[in-house]
C-alpha cells in the first residue's frame, strides 16, 4: 500500500531559538500513513497533537527532521511553496470552523478554490455539488450565523474537500459540537474515507476513535507512546 505520509525523526522545540532546555513539544516522531487510512491521534492536553498536524500541514515548521506527503518533501519548502502544497494537496478542518460571517455558506466553500485559480464556472460546479452530498444545498445563500454547529462545520468539510486534497487533516472537529453532530460529522468522515479519502484527525474522545479510525496513534510528552491498529473496527 502506497505511503502517503511520512514523519521520520521529527522534532520540533518551540521557545527562543529552539531553546534546548525546554521540553520538545514533539520528541524524535516517526509515524507512515498510507493512502486510504483513517489515522485518530491522541493524548493528554500538551501531548503533541496539533503541533503534529500543522507540521504535516506546512502552517509550522520542525526543528529537526523530515516530513513528506504525496512524495513531496516539505520540510525545506519556504512559505510560497508551502501555501502552494496546501491548496493543492491538503484539506484544512478545525474545531471552531473558521468561516467567514460576511460571507455566504457557498462563497465560504468557494474561497479555497479561487485561491488556487480553479476556473470560477468549475468551482460553482464543485462547490455546489459539495454542499448537496453534504446535505445544505439549502443553505447556500445563508450566512454562518444562522446555521447549527453541525451545519457549520458541513461547510468547512466542503470547503477543505473543494480542491480534491490527498489528505484532509481536521483538529478536534467534533470538539464544538454536541454529541449527536460530532457523531453526523464522523459518519460524514467514513463515508469520505470509503471513497478513498486518506483522513488524519486529533481527537480527545476515544469512543469516537474506536468507533471510526483505522488506527489510533497515541501521543505523550511529544513522543508515541501506542500506535494501534483496529482490526475490528466498526464499519
Known sequence: MKTLVEVTNVT???????DRGAPPALDNVSL???????TAIMGPSG???STLLNLVAGLDRASAGRI?????E?????ESALARYRRARIGLIFQFFNLLNNLTVLDNVLISAQLAGMPRKAALERANDLLRQLEIADQ???????LSGGQRQRVAIARALINRPVLLLADE???????????QVLDLFRDLNGAGQTILLVTHDPRLAERHADRIVTLVDGAVARDRTLLEAVR
Open 47 to 49: 501531548s503533541g497533537k
Open 140 to 146: 447556500a445563500q445563508s450566512f454562518p450565523a444562522r
Open 74 to 78: 516539505i520540510t525545506g519548502l519556504g
Open 32 to 38: 507512515r500513513i498510507p493512502a486510504g487510512q483513517v
Open 173 to 183: 472537529p467534533t470538539g464544538a459540537l454536541d454529541t449527536r453532530s460530532g457523531e
Open 12 to 18: 520540533k522545540r518551540y521557545g527562543s531559538q529552539g
Open 68 to 72: 513528506e506527503v504525496d512524495g513531496q
